[in-house]
């Protein structure tokens, strides 16, 4: 089976757990960078890095949970792993809520710290490939006439070439016309291919 690529980014005050952390990856060969705070991360991170981030969720300074706001405000889409003391269970959960992949308490099994780092590795790939696509349906969509974006807009809501033609004031022949025009430069197959692009675009911008 082929390892998820990116490189996990440990990010703890605690000197011992970052070693820890970091001796534990190099035995899976999985590549790793660590930072003892928060803003130390935030001024070496590029967004378009593959990876995942192992987080502790207490730290001086900023701290996990406020770098996890940062990150979402920033759309950063690098999944979270937080690590956390006994103590931290309501601050633990209301970063679960926020999206991230799990929380593990100290002192924590070696194998599941890894089970949760392939799974946020994978969850990485998955989500980078997912919002590619939705750019090339952007892009493709974006490529269309403003006429051609109101046919789409009323073929894929599942109008009949008719309704489209009476409701835009336009011949039913023009209709067919700018509708393969649509199929054509958005590389939908189908109908279905339509009504799926336009619901992928609607759930992106909320």
């Keep these: 089976m082929t390892e998820p690529a990116g490189t996990v980014f440990v990010v703890d005050d605690d000197e011992p757990v970052r070693d820890s952390i970091g001796l534990l990856l190099d035995t899976v060969d999985i590549p790793h960078e660590s930072y003892a705070s928060a803003q130390e991360f935030l001024d070496a991170y590029e967004r378009n890095r593959t990876g995942a981030l192992v987080l502790d969720i207490r ?8 770098l996890q706001d940062h990150l979402i405000a920033e759309k ?3 999944p979270i792993i937080f690590i956390t003391g006994h103590g931290d269970s309501p601050m633990a959960v209301e970063a679960m809520k926020k999206g991230a992949v799990d929380f593990i308490r ?40 403003p006429r051609e974006q109101e ?20 011949s039913e022949r023009t209709v067919e016309i700018h509708r393969s ?18 619901i992928r675009l609607e759930q992106a911008n909320g």
């Excluded at 946020?120 to 269309?144: G, T």
């Design 181 to 198: 025009q649509v199929m054509q430069k958005t590389q939908a197959r189908s109908l279905a291919d339509l009504v799926k692009m336009k």
């Design 106 to 145: 100290k002192p924590f099994r070696d194998q599941e710290l890894l089970d949760r780092i392939h799974e946020a590795l994978s969850m990485d790939e998955e989500n980078r490939q997912s919002f590619a696509d939705l750019e090339e349906i952007r892009k493709r969509v974006d490529s269309l006439t």
């Design 151 to 170: 046919v789409f807009e009323r073929v894929a809501e599942g109008q009949a070439n008719k309704v489209v033609a009476i409701d835009l004031s336009i």
């Design 76 to 78: 950063a889409p690098i």
């Design 59 to 66: 730290m001086p300074g900023m701290s996990g949970l406020e």
